[in-house]
């Protein structure tokens, strides 16, 4: 290797190797750079040298080696090896494969690169043509009672409250005939079925409203009395003709088609999707859940009851491959639980807006802090895709509250807008949201289950916590 002098744009003399581009010393005296180019020309020839003798004297010994070995080594033997390695590679790459797609995957934030942008909702505004509104119940637990005004129709999804007085009184303000075109019953829990059965004290929607058309689940995992009572009024109206009644499955043609669509005119349609578990029987009652689709122009509205993993899973494998279409809004599945909402389900979907019909906060099922809905998995997951969450109603005091409070969202089949009765504030600038809190080491922040004793920073062995972090 060669090493030169040349002058540097500074006035120096600079020295460098020869095929090099920038200086690795520079001098004042041009006699110093040539000496000290000649000492590192010296040096390297004097390097190459003996590596070049070292290099010939492995290569001899290595060639007598090698001869040695392929002498001794038989066939059979090389055979072996290569299949033992092969098989560890094998076991390796699928171990990693695992750890990456179950632990590392969901973790990640969306590329850069992607071509999925959450649309933009109008903050504040109503349209008349297609409204969502996901109500508070009255009855400071979480559920779910979502009321659908489309065109003429007026649809209802569920009824979680067994006093359906705050329900009716919010519907009644839009349904002005007395009459819903369609009641959806996603399954049998109590959170979504009570207010369709009401009390004797409190007459539920079955015995408050005219029925066009009741459409329900399959399965049930426990025949509870709430679920005797529903069958007993349904069957009781079906049989008198004051109600048309279909299951899901019924609506998919028992499995002949891939989905049920219902024109709600304008360009507006309800469509019944698919649900592996409309056709068998799940250990969670919560994947029995029917599944909507509203529809209108190009703008794609999906509530999924309380599906859960199981269910996600599958209707994933089932529309992969089918084009499923990017949805303006997504009804947070069970509450915003951490078993629903899950990686590959949002990544199928890619939701805009997400709003969680839930009692935030509240230790109604845990007092795990995490696992309150919605939950901190939850929250993790569906940011990656938007921040356009919203939540309907504050649980952690003896009343019911509002949040963002009865939230509507709403088309008129160019663009989608967001209203809430109490504000529009995302749930991540909540102060709800931002609260701190104290929690135990098991991450506990009241003494048991549905107990709303609060810990306190005098508390023993507690620390203070965000509530919920974002990302």
């Given at each position: 290797?060669?090493?030169?002098?040349?002058?540097?744009?500074?006035?120096?003399?600079g020295?460098?190797?020869?095929?090099?581009?920038?200086?690795?010393k520079t001098?004042?005296?041009?006699?110093?750079?040539?000496?000290?180019?000649?000492?590192?020309?010296?040096k390297?020839?004097?390097n190459?040298?003996?590596?070049?003798?070292?290099?010939?004297?492995?290569?001899?010994?290595?060639?007598?080696?090698?001869?040695?070995?392929?002498?001794?080594?038989?066939?059979?033997?090389?055979?072996?090896?290569?299949?033992?390695?092969t098989?560890?590679i094998?076991?390796?790459?699928?171990?990693?494969?695992?750890?990456?797609?179950?632990?590392?995957?969901?973790?990640?934030?969306?590329?850069?690169?992607?071509?999925?942008?959450?649309?933009?909702?109008?903050?504040?505004?109503?349209?008349?043509?297609?409204?969502?509104?996901?109500?508070?119940?009255?009855n400071?637990k979480?559920?779910?009672?979502?009321?659908?005004?489309?065109?003429?129709?007026?649809?209802?999804?569920?009824?979680?409250?067994?006093?359906?007085?705050?329900?009716?009184?919010?519907?009644?303000?839009?349904?002005?005939?007395?009459?819903?075109?369609?009641?959806?019953?996603?399954?049998?829990?109590?959170?979504?079925?009570?207010?369709?059965?009401?009390?004797?004290?409190?007459?539920?929607?079955l015995?408050?409203?005219?029925?066009?058309?009741?459409?329900?689940?399959?399965?049930?995992?426990?025949?509870?009395?709430?679920?005797?009572?529903?069958?007993?009024?349904?069957?009781?109206?079906?049989?008198v003709?004051?109600?048309?009644?279909?299951?899901?499955?019924?609506?998919?043609?028992?499995?002949?088609?891939?989905?049920?669509?219902?024109?709600?005119?304008?360009?507006?349609?309800?469509?019944?999707?698919?649900?592996?578990?409309?056709?068998?029987?799940?250990?969670?009652?919560?994947?029995?859940?029917?599944?909507?689709?509203?529809?209108?122009?190009?703008?794609?509205?999906?509530?999924?009851?309380d599906?859960?993993?199981?269910?996600?899973?599958?209707?994933?494998?089932?529309y992969?491959?089918?084009?499923?279409?990017?949805?303006?809004?997504?009804?947070?599945?069970?509450?915003?639980?951490?078993?629903?909402?899950?990686?590959?389900?949002?990544?199928l979907?890619?939701?805009?807006?997400?709003?969680?019909?839930?009692?935030?906060?509240?230790?109604?099922?845990?007092?795990n802090?995490?696992?309150?809905f919605?939950?901190?998995?939850?929250?993790?997951?569906?940011?990656k895709?938007?921040?356009?969450?919203?939540?309907?109603?504050?649980?952690?005091?003896?009343?019911?509250?509002?949040?963002?409070?009865?939230?509507?969202?709403?088309?008129?089949?160019?663009?989608?807008?967001?209203?809430?009765?109490?504000?529009?504030?995302?749930?991540?600038?909540t102060?709800?949201?931002?609260?701190?809190?104290?929690?135990?080491?098991?991450?506990?922040?009241?003494?048991?289950?549905?107990?709303k004793?609060?810990?306190?920073?005098?508390?023993?062995?507690?620390?203070?916590?965000?509530?919920?972090?974002?990302?």
């Open positions: 290797m060669k090493y030169i002098v040349f002058k540097t744009s500074s006035g120096k003399y020295v460098k190797k020869e095929d090099g581009v920038r200086a690795i001098f004042e005296d041009e006699k110093d750079a040539r000496e000290y180019a000649e000492k590192m020309t010296k390297s020839n004097q190459t040298k003996t590596n070049t003798k070292k290099n010939n004297s492995s290569k001899q010994n290595d060639d007598l080696i090698t001869k040695e070995v392929k002498k001794q080594t038989k066939k059979a033997k090389r055979k072996i090896k290569k299949f033992i390695i098989i560890i094998l076991l390796v790459a699928s171990l990693l494969s695992f750890v990456f797609y179950k632990y590392i995957y969901p973790m990640l934030p969306i590329s850069s690169s992607s071509s999925f942008n959450p649309s933009e909702a109008n903050i504040g505004t109503i349209y008349d043509d297609l409204q969502i509104h996901f109500m508070q119940i009255g400071n979480n559920g779910d009672a979502i009321y659908i005004k489309a065109g003429d129709n007026d649809i209802l999804i569920d009824a979680g409250a067994s006093d359906t007085t705050t329900i009716k009184n919010y519907m009644n303000k839009y349904v002005k005939d007395n009459k819903l075109e369609y009641v959806i019953v996603t399954h049998s829990d109590s959170d979504h079925l009570e207010g369709i059965v009401g009390t004797k004290s409190n007459p539920g929607i015995d408050s409203y005219e029925i066009d058309t009741l459409i329900d689940f399959n399965y049930v995992v426990s025949e509870t009395q709430l679920y005797k009572n529903y069958i007993e009024k349904r069957d009781n109206l079906v049989s003709n004051k109600i048309k009644h279909l299951t899901a499955s019924e609506c998919l043609d028992n499995g002949n088609k891939d989905e049920a669509s219902y024109d709600l005119g304008n360009g507006i349609s309800m469509n019944i999707l698919y649900n592996k578990y409309y056709f068998e029987p799940s250990k969670n009652n919560n994947d029995h859940s029917v599944i909507t689709l509203f529809k209108y122009n190009n703008h794609n509205f999906l509530l999924t009851g599906l859960e993993e199981n269910g996600e899973k599958a209707f994933v494998e089932y992969k491959n089918k084009n499923f279409p990017n949805v303006d809004l997504y009804k947070a599945g069970h509450h915003g639980s951490k078993t629903s909402s899950n990686a590959e389900f949002l990544s979907i890619k939701p805009s807006i997400c709003v969680a019909s839930c009692s935030a906060g509240n230790p109604e099922y845990t007092n802090y995490l696992n309150v919605p939950t901190q998995d939850f929250i993790t997951r569906i940011s895709y938007t921040d356009q969450v919203f939540a309907t109603s504050y649980g952690m005091d003896s009343e019911e509250k509002p949040l963002n409070g009865n939230v509507i969202v709403s088309c008129d089949g160019n663009s989608t807008a967001v209203a809430c009765s109490n504000n529009v504030t995302l749930l991540k600038d102060e709800w949201f931002n609260s701190k809190i104290y929690v135990k080491e098991n991450n506990t922040f009241t003494s048991g289950k549905a107990k004793d609060y810990f306190t920073k005098d508390t023993e062995g507690t620390k203070e916590v965000p509530f919920r972090i974002w990302g």
